[in-house]
């Protein structure tokens, strides 16, 4: 049952890190920019529900204002670091830096607002009920469980049926093509990073709940974020998802053959594992030299 | 550009500045004692920061008060982080930049990378907060007011066994503290008649114990006894209790902190602490308990007592060096404790060892509904 039970805080963890990696790989998808603050959004919207909750909103308001921060964030950095940056060099390295002292600053700004421990919420979603002899499962499983499931579904369901979701499909592939269709690049960039950021709330909300958040909380899913969207298949929505179902399962399970502390290091073996064997991922397209 | 000539005159005038700022004794006795805190005061342990902080604040508010020094004292404080590396620069600044002569330091990894600093700037080091058994006689500058959790685990053992909690299971921060408790845990309940079936490592920075949840079900131990600190105690304590574990919590005094009082969950939780009897008679006690009440509205936590006695410490061996017309030093304040031994201090009187470890009895106190705490042993 020891496994069985693995595998459920496995599925657990991986669904949250599966919602973060899928709103990466979108807007590394369609615009291909290394959006490494992805983490700082997370964090944000993760503060911003614990707060707004804390001072007496109810879970959807605070739901929704955490929404809100992150799409705030998430359309800024679009808007105010990536499009001048993009208008003078473009450089990888210049982006990634950019980025990288985004989420740093970010930090530094829950640190200073919030304070540098943890904060946690106490609900009795987390409180863990046995399903069958020795297997324990909390309602905070099955309403991962669903809104990842509905949020997939009808993300994948946006992508494949609306103009701008098939926009978005074809930004990263031709933005002339697009604008002679009538569709301005710009605006589908600003929708990816509205969608991409919008979908780390989910993961944020459930991990200020399960395990509580500190303001670095941001870099270590950022992390993981990358290693799910590499083993899924970059810039693929679909294996990120799977990505990250695959590292959360993997970082818990280890942990019935290897030591306890070895469980975070589990993901990134995963990581080197797809890159030494499968460097396409898992449902990423083959490259040709 | 200044050649080797002009650098030497420098130099001389240099070394004759401190005569010309002070000319005479009586002015150079009005120099103050420097004294430097080297506590967590940022980052996931802040908190014990805080309450280490505001211990020795009140001692230098009564030290004044009492006129009980001919120097005043300036305290010093540099942020360790609460981890080795910090205690390591952090008291490399107050010995060298500060010349700090007696230093407050709490957390085992920040004190053992801080006293070989300590021992060769012949500077004191104090430790009230961190509790890893290898902390003892670590260097003959450094010392205990804090009694270290071998003495804690020797006392808790029998008393779990006797009430039937032999099978203990462990989960500790792999550092230098949790690997020195979970070594004196194994010996002290082997001695007692129990045993540790399972010890499971964890970072100091992780935060999901879901996992390790399940493995301590499948172990099915009579206890589960956690050696962490800081606000990672709260989430250990909230994840094991939401993922099924029910067996009794137990812990060291490092649980023993204003998050882990106000989390519903670690009510039944039993954890060792040093004897604190706040309705002690003794007037030094009195008067500590009286005012700190009075300023912060709550009865103080044993790391407000040993930092209060650490500081009380250093006014009663300095003044008694000036009346021997010695000067403080850390040699002086070393030799001065070991030709004592025994001090008027916040519990009673404090008698230390050859070690500089000052010996106090250990009390079992269980945590009850609303975060009160009641001495069960």
């Given at each position: 049952?020891?496994?069985?039970?693995?595998?459920?805080?496995?599925?657990?963890?991986?669904?949250?890190?599966?919602?973060?990696?899928?709103?990466?790989?979108?807007?590394?998808?369609?615009?291909?920019?290394?959006?490494?603050?992805?983490?700082?959004?997370?964090?944000?919207?993760?503060?911003?529900?614990?707060?707004?909750?804390?001072?007496?909103?109810?879970?959807?308001?605070?739901?929704?204002?955490?929404?809100?921060?992150?799409?705030?964030?998430?359309?800024?950095?679009?808007?105010?670091?990536?499009?001048?940056?993009?208008?003078?060099?473009?450089?990888?390295?210049?982006?990634?830096?950019?980025?990288?002292?985004?989420?740093?600053?970010?930090?530094?700004?829950?640190?200073?607002?919030?304070?540098?421990?943890?904060?946690?919420?106490?609900?009795?979603?987390?409180?863990?009920?046995?399903?069958?002899?020795?297997?324990?499962?909390?309602?905070?499983?099955?309403?991962?469980?669903?809104?990842?499931?509905?949020?997939?579904?009808?993300?994948?369901?946006?992508?494949?049926?609306?103009?701008?979701?098939?926009?978005?499909?074809?930004?990263?592939?031709?933005?002339?093509?697009?604008?002679?269709?009538?569709?301005?690049?710009?605006?589908?960039?600003?929708?990816?990073?509205?969608?991409?950021?919008?979908?780390?709330?989910?993961?944020?909300?459930?991990?200020?709940?399960?395990?509580?958040?500190?303001?670095?909380?941001?870099?270590?899913?950022?992390?993981?974020?990358?290693?799910?969207?590499?083993?899924?298949?970059?810039?693929?929505?679909?294996?990120?998802?799977?990505?990250?179902?695959?590292?959360?399962?993997?970082?818990?399970?280890?942990?019935?053959?290897?030591?306890?502390?070895?469980?975070?290091?589990?993901?990134?073996?995963?990581?080197?594992?797809?890159?030494?064997?499968?460097?396409?991922?898992?449902?990423?397209?083959?490259?040709?030299? | 550009?200044?050649?080797?000539?002009?650098?030497?005159?420098?130099?001389?005038?240099?070394?004759?500045?401190?005569?010309?700022?002070?000319?005479?004794?009586?002015?150079?006795?009005?120099?103050?004692?420097?004294?430097?805190?080297?506590?967590?005061?940022?980052?996931?342990?802040?908190?014990?920061?805080?309450?280490?902080?505001?211990?020795?604040?009140?001692?230098?508010?009564?030290?004044?008060?009492?006129?009980?020094?001919?120097?005043?004292?300036?305290?010093?404080?540099?942020?360790s982080l609460a981890t080795p590396q910090g205690g390591a620069i952090g008291m490399?600044?107050?010995?060298?930049?500060?010349?700090?002569?007696?230093?407050?330091?709490?957390f085992t990894g920040v004190s053992k990378a801080a006293a070989?600093?300590?021992?060769?700037?012949?500077?004191?080091?104090?430790?009230?907060?961190?509790?890893?058994?290898?902390?003892?006689?670590?260097?003959?500058?450094?010392?205990?007011?804090?009694?270290?959790?071998?003495?804690?685990?020797?006392?808790?053992?029998?008393?779990?066994?006797?009430?039937?909690?032999?099978?203990?299971?462990?989960?500790?921060?792999?550092d230098p503290y949790?690997?020195?408790?979970?070594?004196?845990?194994?010996?002290?309940?082997?001695?007692?008649?129990?045993?540790?079936?399972?010890?499971?490592?964890?970072?100091p920075?992780?935060?999901?114990?879901?996992?390790?949840?399940?493995?301590?079900?499948?172990?099915?131990?009579?206890?589960?006894?956690?050696?962490?600190?800081?606000?990672?105690?709260?989430?250990?304590?909230?994840?094991?209790?939401?993922?099924?574990?029910?067996?009794?919590?137990?812990?060291?005094?490092?649980?023993?902190?204003?998050?882990?009082?106000?989390?519903?969950?670690?009510?039944?939780?039993?954890?060792?602490?040093?004897?604190?009897?706040?309705?002690?008679?003794?007037?030094?006690?009195?008067?500590?308990?009286?005012?700190?009440?009075?300023?912060?509205?709550?009865?103080?936590?044993?790391?407000?007592?040993?930092?209060?006695?650490?500081?009380?410490?250093?006014?009663?061996?300095?003044?008694?060096?000036?009346?021997?017309?010695?000067?403080?030093?850390?040699?002086?304040?070393?030799?001065?404790?070991?030709?004592?031994?025994?001090?008027?201090?916040?519990?009673?009187?404090?008698?230390?060892?050859?070690?500089?470890?000052?010996?106090?009895?250990?009390?079992?106190?269980?945590?009850?509904?609303?975060?009160?705490?009641?001495?069960?042993?």
């Open positions: 049952m020891l496994f069985a039970q693995l595998v459920v805080a496995g599925i657990q963890t991986g669904l949250l890190y599966a919602l973060t990696a899928a709103g990466f790989a979108i807007i590394f998808g369609a615009t291909r920019i290394f959006h490494v603050a992805q983490g700082a959004a997370f964090a944000l919207a993760g503060y911003a529900f614990l707060m707004s909750n804390a001072a007496g909103l109810a879970w959807p308001l605070a739901a929704l204002l955490a929404v809100v921060v992150a799409v705030a964030f998430g359309v800024g950095m679009e808007r105010w670091v990536y499009r001048p940056i993009q208008r003078h060099e473009a450089s990888f390295f210049t982006v990634f830096v950019a980025s990288f002292g985004v989420t740093i600053i970010a930090q530094s700004l829950i640190e200073v607002s919030f304070g540098r421990g943890f904060v946690t919420l106490s609900t009795p979603l987390t409180q863990a009920r046995p399903l069958l002899p020795g297997l324990y499962v909390a309602p905070v499983f099955w309403i991962a469980l669903a809104v990842t499931a509905a949020l997939f579904l009808g993300l994948a369901v946006f992508l494949r049926f609306t103009r701008a979701g098939i926009g978005l499909r074809a930004l990263s592939e031709s933005p002339e093509l697009l604008r002679s269709y009538g569709l301005s690049s710009s605006r589908l960039s600003v929708l990816a990073f509205a969608i991409g950021s919008a979908l780390c709330v989910p993961g944020a909300i459930l991990t200020a709940a399960v395990t509580g958040l500190q303001p670095s909380i941001g870099a270590h899913v950022m992390l993981i974020s990358l290693a799910a969207t590499i083993v899924g298949g970059i810039g693929s929505v679909s294996g990120a998802a799977c990505g990250g179902l695959l590292l959360g399962i993997a970082e818990n399970l280890s942990i019935t053959l290897l030591n306890t502390q070895w469980s975070e290091a589990a993901s990134f073996i995963v990581l080197f594992a797809f890159i030494l064997l499968r460097p396409r991922g898992l449902f990423g397209l083959a490259s040709t030299r | 550009m200044i050649g080797r000539r002009g650098l030497m005159i420098g130099a001389t005038m240099a070394s004759a500045i401190p005569a010309l700022t002070y000319p005479d004794p009586a002015q150079a006795a009005a120099s103050p004692y420097m004294l430097g805190t080297l506590f967590p005061m940022s980052g996931p342990n802040a908190e014990y920061g805080e309450i280490f902080t505001a211990g020795a604040d009140m001692a230098l508010a009564h030290v004044a008060a009492d006129k009980m020094l001919r120097r005043p004292i300036v305290m010093k404080a540099v942020d490399s600044r107050l010995v060298n930049v500060d010349r700090a002569i007696y230093v407050l330091v709490g070989p600093i300590g021992m060769r700037a012949k500077s004191i080091l104090v430790n009230g907060g961190g509790i890893g058994p290898d902390l003892a006689g670590l260097t003959p500058y450094f010392w205990n007011v804090i009694p270290l959790a071998n003495k804690e685990v020797e006392r808790l053992a029998p008393w779990a066994v006797a009430k039937g909690l032999k099978r203990i299971a462990a989960v500790y921060v792999d949790g690997i020195g408790v979970v070594s004196s845990l194994k010996s002290s309940f082997s001695k007692a008649g129990g045993k540790v079936v399972a010890a499971y490592p964890i970072s920075t992780d935060q999901e114990f879901a996992a390790i949840a399940a493995k301590l079900r499948a172990v099915k131990p009579d206890a589960v006894y956690f050696a962490s600190y800081g606000a990672q105690q709260s989430e250990i304590i909230k994840q094991l209790r939401n993922n099924g574990v029910t067996q009794q919590l137990l812990s060291p005094s490092s649980v023993d902190i204003p998050s882990v009082h106000a989390l519903p969950q670690s009510k039944g939780l039993i954890y060792t602490a040093q004897s604190a009897d706040w309705n002690s008679p003794d007037p030094v006690t009195r008067r500590f308990v009286q005012d700190w009440k009075a300023k912060y509205h709550k009865d103080p936590v044993p790391y407000n007592q040993n930092y209060y006695n650490a500081v009380l410490l250093f006014a009663l061996l300095a003044s008694a060096l000036e009346k021997q017309g010695k000067p403080v030093n850390g040699e002086n304040l070393r030799n001065q404790l070991l030709a004592q031994r025994s001090f008027p201090l916040v519990g009673g009187t404090g008698v230390f060892d050859d070690n500089g470890d000052i010996s106090l009895p250990i009390v079992i106190k269980q945590f009850q509904a609303g975060g009160k705490v009641v001495k069960i042993a």
